[in-house]
């Protein structure tokens, strides 16, 4: 099994829009970002974390051709925008989706594709199966278990997922105590860093690199960065040995 980062960018994705640093304009590919989500794939299933902006082009990249279940870290819109195109698997599978996510999430769902929900929906529309996740009760699909966990993201409660020995974390500015006790023992760690400055709901890199170095995986992973956060190249020869910068397409063993 293992899990795909098929986007490693903050909301605007890099390059920026209209934008001309270095970073933008670089002809290194770990520079181009899209819109943080995963994709974690078994021989028996195919589950996607988030369906951010980007999710057609991050499918087609992955090659994935079945989709068994969604799993939202939260309700921004780089992370669930790209819902409408779980139609092709709902077409091809003849099923509905399964999408898991915080109740909050799920009323948020319900009013941003009201199309969806509609007691007579158009033909065509995606056909989703909303379920309620409860933080730090596990789930299981096809012999996949994943354990939900909260995180902080300035007023709001996020999720991070577990799975196996890797612990994947989109968006964070704060750990609780239960949460530090869920990810003890975590092989590999993904983690938000954002950029160098402080920020009212995102790690730094400072702040990830002390929170890597307080759970204490083999190695880190960083993602969900803006285009701040400088070259992929220069910034990688400033950290410790042991934490990267993630880059899409990146894929890790679960």
């Known amino acids: 099994m293992k899990l795909v980062l098929t986007g490693t960018g903050t909301s605007q994705g890099i390059p920026v829009l209209g934008c001309t640093c270095d970073v933008c304009n670089s002809k290194d590919s770990r520079d181009f970002r899209l819109r943080t989500a995963a994709l974690l794939m078994s021989d028996n299933a195919n589950i996607a974390l988030d369906v951010g902006p980007d999710f057609r082009a991050q499918m087609l990249a992955a090659g994935t051709s079945r989709l068994d279940a969604v799993f939202v870290t939260h309700e921004h819109n780089d992370h669930v925008i790209g819902l ?3 139609r092709p698997y709902n077409f091809k599978q003849k099923s509905s989706i399964p999408l898991f996510a915080l109740p909050r999430v799920l009323t948020e769902i319900q009013t941003r594709f009201a199309y969806i929900f509609a007691e007579k929906p158009y033909p065509g529309a995606p056909t989703i199966d909303l379920h309620p996740l409860e933080p730090f ?54 983690l938000n860093a954002l950029h160098h ?13 002390e929170t ?5 995986p083999r190695i880190t992973y960083l993602t969900h960065m803006s285009h701040s956060m400088g070259l992929h190249a220069a910034v990688e020869r400033t950290l410790p040995a ?12 679960v």
Do not use: M, W
């Open 84 to 86: 409408d195109d779980v």
């Open 137 to 190: 009760a596990p789930v299981e699909i096809s012999g996949i278990r994943i354990l939900p966990f909260l995180v902080h993201h300035g007023s709001l409660d996020v999720l991070g997922f577990r799975i196996g020995d890797v612990s994947y974390i989109t968006d964070a500015n704060a750990l609780s105590s239960e949460t530090y006790k869920a990810l003890k023992g975590s092989r590999v760690l993904v």
């Open 197 to 209: 400055r402080s920020h009212h709901s995102h790690f730094n890199l400072e702040q990830a690199i």
């Open 212 to 216: 890597s170095e307080r759970i204490g």
């Open 242 to 253: 042991n934490i990267r910068l993630a880059y899409d397409g990146l894929e890790i063993e």
